[in-house]
């Protein structure tokens, strides 16, 4: 199947300094790509949709201003957390979708903020 | 917002017993999905069920699926150890790009 890479795999850092995750399609174009946040023990909650070229769209509750979105290309989208906070830690994974619809997931970025 | 509804949140068999995992959701939807995850790591797709089909099997995974309920139940059959997961359904809501995921099961076989 189609392969969606993340980096970093890992990553901590002080709180208010931003982090940037790259997610990338390997083998396909992505004309659309989402973000998920997952805290311990929960589900995927659903951030923000993307398609390449336009603003992302960001689901209710998720501020944009501190959730940067950027879809360049149709294999790269980054996620900014600026100014980060302990409440950021989570576990970020993106996800994109082809032509055919067909949607595969990255495997996620884990966020710890000291 | 979360579509999907699970039950139960947590099952604990043993080895060699059936599972069977439920999901509920509120909207039209143009498929279903059931994904496991493994703690800490990333999701791993198991099986899609269109909106027009009842019933769909993989291997040792019977998924089926009643629009009229809203409702769909995934079967893990003969379950084994390996199995020990969480899994989560995800609906593709009608007319929306977006795959939404329920609360997920956190499924323990014991031995």
């Known amino acids: 199947g189609a392969v969606v890479s993340q980096h970093p795999s890992r990553v901590i850092c002080k709180s208010g300094t931003s982090v940037k995750i790259e997610c990338r399609s390997l083998?396909?174009?992505?004309?659309?790509m989402f973000w998920y946040r997952q805290f311990p023990k929960q589900s995927l909650m659903l951030m923000a949709t993307?398609?390449?070229?336009?603003?992302?769209?960001?689901e209710q509750g998720v501020e944009k201003d501190k959730f940067l979105i950027n879809h360049a290309s149709l294999t790269l989208s980054t996620l900014t957390v600026t100014s980060a906070h302990p409440e950021d830690s989570s576990f970020y994974i993106c996800?994109?979708?082809?032509?055919?619809?067909?949607?595969?997931f990255g495997p996620g970025t884990r966020l710890t903020v000291l | 917002s979360q579509q999907g509804e699970e039950d139960p949140q947590a099952l604990s068999i043993q080895e060699g017993e059936n599972a069977t995992m439920n999901c509920s959701y509120k909207?039209?939807?143009?498929?279903l999905q059931w994904y496991r995850q493994n703690s800490g790591r990333g999701l791993v797709h198991l099986i899609l069920?269109?909106?027009?089909?009842r019933e769909k099997h993989s291997g040792r995974l019977r998924v089926t699926l009643d629009t009229s309920k809203k409702s769909s139940s995934l079967l893990i059959t003969a379950s084994r150890a390996a199995d020990t997961a969480s899994y989560f359904c995800?609906?593709?809501?009608?007319?929306?790009?977006?795959?939404?995921f329920g609360q997920g099961t956190r499924l323990t076989i014991n031995p």
């Open positions: 996800s994109a979708r082809g032509a055919d619809n067909e949607q595969f």
């Open positions: 083998d396909f174009q992505a004309t659309t």
């Open positions: 993307s398609n390449e070229g336009s603003k992302a769209t960001y």
């Open positions: 909207t039209s939807i143009n498929n």
């Open positions: 069920i269109r909106s027009n089909e």
């Open positions: 995800a609906v593709r809501i009608q007319g929306a790009q977006k795959l939404v």
